[in-house]
């Protein structure tokens, strides 16, 4: 084992032990004692809170009473109507702004029903049992090419198999899964959980997977829509904004995403290097998901800095919370100016900034901090080029996904809209499909 | 702190909580431990003649009914009568009622319906010591096939006959159990009364078969696949217990007859409830059953304090209160008119007296932007259903309109003037005023 306080980018610096620890379930999963005891808290709110501020409209007051009432398959199979990788969503939901956020008992007591643990009991009900609740039509004989195998191209293909459509997916990368297998912190969803519910979400059939296929090296738009009756577009961002400060280059300094994929993608975590002093430059999910990893690995100080202040960070209160549990710090109002060091990062150089009506400045004052490892996560960007028009740096859609293009559908993290959240990505997904059948359908 | 001691029959007790005659009182051992956990009395669990003694069920003897949190709201009983040798039992009593004399020790009895069979355990009862006598005119289960416990209750002129008996072969206070198992609780009311009775005990438990056991095809608790109706009981069957003991406590040939007061009692308040209706001792079984005898220290604790708040020197002070108030439908004011209010502040919108208003009442509760929910006056026939489902204490309460203003649902002015069903202009059978 390496020292916990040995410089530059070393792996081992906790035990094999303390890594599983840290590594483990975030929000381990409710016994059925405690889901019922939970289950009983809800008070089965009239055009529920909850429901409005679920992305994909779950029913929640009805599978928590289908919990209460000893069914929590029926339960189950009212979450996967509305959102298909409602596994997923219920491990990495922000829970705390969406749904438990206005549930009544949130807003009455300040402590909501505990919606995202029910969801997970739920569902693991009945991925516990191997089999989906859904069959699929009548043959409709009608092709349909989905391009990324995420949350988004995941819902879509879904609901159009069971409507009777063949699909293909088309994934650049080895792995279905998406951000769900690359892009979100291991303790969320241990166990190889994305995997796996991939596996049960394809038993639907008449789904196709190819993998290696990355449109605009492997693909284009053209040869999908000679090919395809409809193509959807759910391929994420694939590219990370560079951080423009002398010494990017250093290594030592790398995007965030990369390390949280490597992370995912370890199955030794203890084979996994980690700088003694990380810097991560961001203030959402990425950077939370990163920072707090860096510690979990053994990492002796983790700074998260970012240049506005905390309200303005798209974490939620709740994963800043997390992080600082974790003992990371969290420095507003500074940005960087440059990452200092020979042969490797060894300092960052970070100034103050002054934020006054959304125009930020640096004032000038600035300090240094260790840094043998510095993680931008300054945000993803659209790889590729798809000749679809784009709108803030991504393809532009009107209702349920339509692109500029007719007979090519976009959602999730590519499209325009959404939060950036599986769970927004699965609604869209799904909503396109539904588009995409009805379109189909009258067409004949 | 105020003054529990409780004077019934003559009886004394340091308060007016009793265990009912039931699995807790079987035995000295529970006994001894009610009383150092502070029970006023016990009724022991009924004995019944000598000889080999009862037997009951090897599986289980028990069903539930659950509230929220899986909180015991029913309990359904299939045990018997003390199995358990007669002797033992009532050397048992002679022991506890001589370490305790400042509690009420009352002995259950259930014997055939012949004079021999009561002529025969009654001094052996009274050569206990023990206070008083309660007959279990009762049990809905097992016993009452052999023709005792409710098979008598639900029949006057035995109550009346063996209440004679017991008058006439024992010398200390004798309280009649009566089962609920009836059509009018009066009936066998005005019967123990009748034969002498010095009080009379209600609700004994309540036919009931809590659940089916959906695989086996049964009623639960099953006996090797088999059921049979069990005696009901726990908080879920306060509400029936407190009609009955009104019934009593009103009637012309029953008022002022002492009662001592059965049905889901679990706190202070319960047990005022049915004071104040008309009950002189009050009989707990459930709520120790569920948690334990400790719970007799919140009962008496809280009654003391509730005593102090309302300047009441004595249990006697208050028995009875509300006996007064009871009245038929027919004498109830129909001037008096009232409208749901919700208070904006303390609503959690939930939305739950919508749902039960715009589905199942009078759509008289408005949903406006932003989840506020608003009583329509114009609407609201006062039913109260709204305040029964939010789930926040006050938060919904019925505000009664003053005389003078007009009712926005009917556009009639409200009248000061009581004025009930009996002279009402719509009832055909209305006497004319004269």
Redesign the interface.
């Known amino acids: 084992m390496t020292s916990p306080f040995a410089p530059g980018i070393v792996s081992g610096r906790l035990t094999p032990d303390d890594l599983a620890r840290n590594f483990g379930d975030l929000h381990p999963p409710l016994d059925a004692h405690e889901a ?2 939970a289950a ?2 809800c ?7 909850c429901v409005t501020a679920c992305p994909t409209g779950i029913d929640i007051p009805l599978f928590i009473r289908q919990i209460a009432t000893g069914q929590p398959e029926a339960a189950g199979k009212t979450i996967f109507d509305s959102n298909i990788l409602g596994g997923m969503c219920a491990r990495v939901c922000p829970t705390e702004e969406l749904c438990e956020e206005v549930c ?2 949130e ?2 007591e300040g402590k909501p029903v505990e919606i995202g643990r029910l969801q997970r009991y739920a569902t693991d009900s009945v991925m516990a049992t191997g089999r989906q609740p859904y069959v699929r039509a009548e043959p409709t004989g009608k092709r349909i090419a989905v391009v990324g195998a995420g949350p988004a191209g995941l819902a879509c293909a879904h609901r159009l198999a069971m409507k009777g459509h063949d699909v293909t997916i088309f994934e650049a990368r080895d792995k279905p899964g998406g951000l769900n297998e690359y892009g979100i912190a291991a303790y969320k969803t241990p166990g190889g959980f994305a995997q796996a519910e991939v596996e049960w979400l394809l038993t639907i059939g008449g789904i196709t997977i190819q993998n290696g296929k990355a449109l605009g090296a492997d693909l284009t738009l053209e040869a999908l829509q000679a090919e395809y009756d409809a193509v959807f577009l759910g391929m994420g961002l694939g590219g990370v904004n560079a951080l423009a400060v002398d010494g990017a280059d250093l290594p030592g300094v790398g995007p965030a995403v990369q390390f949280i994929a490597d992370l995912r993608q370890s199955p030794d975590k203890g084979a996994l290097a980690v700088g003694r002093n990380v810097v991560v430059i961001g203030g959402g999910m990425t950077a939370i998901d990163a920072a707090v990893q860096s510690r979990l690995l053994g990492a002796e100080n983790v700074t998260i800095v970012y240049r506005r202040g905390r309200e303005a960070m798209s974490a939620s209160t709740w994963e800043q919370d997390l992080a600082a549990s974790k003992g990371v710090r969290i420095l507003t109002h500074v940005q960087p100016l440059a990452v200092h060091g020979t042969g490797g990062a060894a300092e960052i150089e970070l100034e103050y900034t002054s934020d006054v009506g959304g125009k930020l400045t640096g004032t000038g004052e600035t300090f240094r901090l260790p840094a043998d490892q510095v993680l931008q996560a300054i945000g993803q960007k659209l790889a590729g080029e798809t000749g679809l028009t784009l709108e803030g740096g991504k393809i532009a859609v009107t209702g349920p996904g339509r692109t500029s293009l007719d007979g090519v559908w976009a959602g999730g993290d590519c499209a325009l809209g959404g939060d950036d959240l599986t769970v927004t990505a699965v609604a869209e997904g799904r909503d396109a499909a539904e588009d995409i059948h009805s379109k189909l359908m009258a067409e004949g | 702190m105020a003054d529990l001691t409780t004077d019934f029959l003559g009886i004394k007790s340091i308060n007016p909580f009793w265990l009912a005659s039931a699995p807790p009182t079987d035995k000295e051992y529970n006994v001894r431990r009610a009383f150092e956990a502070g029970w006023g009395g016990v009724v022991w669990k009924t004995l019944g003649s000598e000889g080999p003694p009862v037997v009951n069920v090897n599986g289980p003897r028990y069903g539930a009914v659950y509230g929220a949190d899986r909180r015991l709201l029913g309990l359904n009983n299939i045990e018997l009568i003390t199995d358990r040798d007669l002797y033992v039992n009532l050397e048992e009593i002679r022991r506890v009622k001589a370490d305790y004399p400042d509690r009420a020790v009352i002995v259950s009895i259930m014997v055939p319906c012949e004079e021999d069979a009561w002529k025969a355990i009654l001094p052996l009862v009274e050569e206990t010591g023990a206070d008083g006598i309660e007959l279990n005119f009762g049990c809905p289960h097992g016993m009452s096939e052999r023709g005792m416990g409710s098979a008598v209750g639900q029949v006057p002129e035995y109550i009346q006959m063996v209440t004679e008996w017991c008058k006439k072969y024992y010398s200390r206070p004798v309280i009649v159990k009566l089962t609920p198992n009836i059509t009018d609780i009066r009936k066998p009311a005005a019967a123990a009364h009748a034969g002498g009775a010095d009080a009379v005990s209600l609700i004994n438990t309540i036919n009931s078969i809590t659940s089916v056991d959906l695989d086996l095809m049964a009623p639960q608790p099953t006996i090797d696949g088999k059921g049979s109706h069990g005696g009901y009981c726990g908080p879920a069957v306060k509400p029936i217990a407190l009609s009955m003991v009104s019934e009593i406590a009103r009637a012309e040939e029953t008022r002022g007859m002492p009662i001592s007061g059965i049905g889901g009692i679990t706190t202070w308040r319960d047990a005022a409830e049915f004071m104040v209706m008309g009950c002189g001792t009050v009989q707990v079984c459930t709520a120790a059953m569920t948690y334990g005898f400790k719970v007799v220290q919140e009962m008496a604790a809280g009654l003391s304090q509730w005593m102090d708040e309302k300047g009441y020197a004595s249990t006697a002070d208050f028995v009875g209160a509300a006996v007064p108030n009871v009245t038929d439908w027919q004498y109830l004011n129909l001037n008096y008119v009232t409208k749901a209010r919700i208070d904006q502040d303390l609503c959690i919108s939930c939305g739950r007296c919508y749902a039960a208003c715009e589905d199942t009442s009078h759509q008289a509760i408005w949903m406006h932007e932003g989840r506020v929910f608003e009583v329509n006056d114009a609407e609201c026939v006062a039913c109260n259903l709204c305040v029964d489902v939010c789930p926040v204490e006050d938060c919904i309460t019925m505000e009664r309109l003053p005389g003078g203003t007009v009712d926005a649902r009917t556009g009639k002015v409200v009248s000061d003037e009581y004025a009930n069903w009996t002279t009402h202009p719509n009832n055909p059978m209305a006497r004319a005023a004269e």
């Open positions: 019922h005891v009983d808290r008070y089965f709110c009239y055009d529920a809170p009544v008992r807003v009455a």
